[in-house]
């Protein structure tokens, strides 16, 4: 299991470099291939010995080597959550194979859309259209009798953010209704506790931004949904459990 957890942490740290160039360059709608890795200030492209995740940020000390411009602390920090967030997917659903890559898809879209929804206030269907596919495609191939439970789940959450945005068009997008679909998919019946987490800390966070910003002050609940999806990943079913034998 070790081993496991060391490939998955280097293989973690390679995908949240990947991540960087989606979190930069999708929302812009530019190309993810072309150019390659390159100073956003100078444009110099990075050297292969200047691109290892997390290292090399730290050696040059947050820096461009060429133009000697600060690089976004975002970038090491994206990867290394990536990293944490794999290795803890395997170590938590490592009896499980469908769970393991259900778990990992999810922590990688949710690491992806945070900065992109903090930042362009977008959840992009580029993202959340391959990760429905792939989550059906995952379910069918490693574990069917998941899949009823993952459309019901993608249905109902899906469902219940759609009349919230019918209801209240400025205060929820379409987009949050896209990811909270895939979030069912991914979660299945655990969708539940990740919708309520974030529903809650929305609540309590957006009180607080309206307090000192006003009414117009926009809160995206991109990055709640993902808290939610985390937390439901390693805890849900063991909330829905504690909640049905309460009751």
Sequence with gaps: MVAALVLAALLGLCVGSFLNVVVHRLPRGENLNHPG?????????VRPYD???VVSWLILRGRCRDCDNPISARYPLLEAVTAALWVAVVAAKWDDPAQIALGIVLVTLMVAVVPIDLEHRLILNRMTYPA????????LALDTSFVPEQLIAGAAAGGFFLLAALAYPKGM????VKLATVMGLYLGRA??????????????IGAVVIAREGRKAGVPFGPFL?????VALFAGDA?????LDTF
């Design 37 to 45: 890795s390159h100073c956003p200030s100078c444009g110099h492209a």
């Design 51 to 53: 691109n290892i995740p």
């Design 132 to 139: 429905a596919v792939l989550a059906l495609v995952i379910g």
């Design 173 to 176: 997008g379409i987009g949050d």
């Design 191 to 204: 969708v539940g506790p990740a919708v309520l987490i974030a529903l809650i800390v929305g609540v309590l």
């Design 226 to 230: 993902a808290l939610g999806s985390v």
């Design 239 to 243: 909330m829905v459990d504690a909640y």
